[in-house]
């Protein structure tokens, strides 16, 4: 499924109310390629977004910008809903990322990037509902030596330490989906990842959430709303002393087409 968001306000120079002219757009790939038999699933997933804003008088900023890649493989266990497992996850950036107090490029495409692989076990009702737990992930974050170079020592880039580029962790990873219908037209599709590193603090358990609700117009339009939340023990922003939960949401008019 392909989407194309687009925002628009504008405002004259004797509109006496305020307001700020604006011009933003967002285009997302959602692709599901998923294999069946009575012994064997094979689920992927590729979700492509990226968007633009721009504000008079300002620069055009990201509003959006990932790449994420999921595959998973299962062999029946039994007669139950439960497989023997194998998964493989990616995901990183496609363009430059900017500070937006000091305008310092704070990451880039592969910086970071995760890969996570790691065998479990998948409790699959349907492909709109399925959890696959794997308690022994490897997961390896790379990111490119210009942002670890000049780091002071006992500070970190997404946790790789100076003069490295790479950082490699071993812990347990959950991954559930589930796509519901709320009422006719209005799909909400939701998408948890869990990992905790046994290497390092595994009390600190990193969460990725992100939720797609889709309102059919029509076959052709829909009004869309993206959301997400990240928490990362090891994503610190400058000056900041800990992790806070990182926040992305996007609404708007979308044009859809499905293939």
């Known amino acids: 499924n392909f989407t194309f968001l687009f925002n628009q306000s504008a405002f004259n120079n004797e509109w006496l109310a305020g307001g700020t002219s604006n011009i ?42 990932r790449l994420d890649f999921n595959s998973l493989y299962g062999r029946k266990a039994g007669q139950s809903n439960w497989y023997y497992s194998a998964f493989l996850n ?9 500070d937006t107090k000091t305008g310092v490029k704070t990451s880039h495409f592969f910086s970071p990037a995760y890969l996570q692989v790691g065998p479990g076990m998948l409790w699959k009702k349907s492909d ?32 790789v330490k100076p003069n490295e580029t790479t950082r490699f962790e071993f812990g347990a990873a959950v991954n559930a989906y589930y796509k519901l219908t709320l009422i006719e037209n209005v799909t909400m599709e939701n998408i948890l990842n869990l990992y905790s590193n046994y290497l390092d603090n595994p009390q600190n358990i990193d969460i990725d959430y992100q939720m797609n609700l889709v ?3 029509n076959k052709y339009m829909s009004a ?32 859809n087409f499905g293939f």
Do not use: C
């Not at 990616?90 to 900017?98: A, E, I, P, V």
């Not at 992930?137 to 970190?156: A, K, M, Q, Y």
């Not at 023990?233 to 939960?245: E, M, S, W």
């Open 24 to 65: 933003a757009g967002n285009i997302g790939i959602n692709y599901d390629y998923n294999y069946s038999s009575k012994t064997a699933v094979w689920d992927n997933k590729l979700m492509i977004a990226y968007g633009l804003t721009k504000q008079k008088d300002q620069d055009m900023t990201k509003s959006d910008d």
């Open 90 to 98: 990616f995901k990183t950036q496609m363009d430059s990322g900017f």
């Open 128 to 159: 709109n509902l399925k959890v696959n737990i794997a308690p022994a992930t490897s997961r390896v974050i790379f990111v490119h030596d210009e942002f670890t170079r000049n780091l002071p020592e006992g500070t970190n880039y997404f946790g």
């Open 215 to 217: 309102m059919k117009i």
């Open 224 to 255: 869309n709303v993206s959301l997400q939340a990240i928490y990362d023990d090891n994503a610190i922003k400058a000056g900041n002393v800990a992790p806070h939960v990182q926040f992305r949401e996007v609404f708007g008019l979308g044009v």
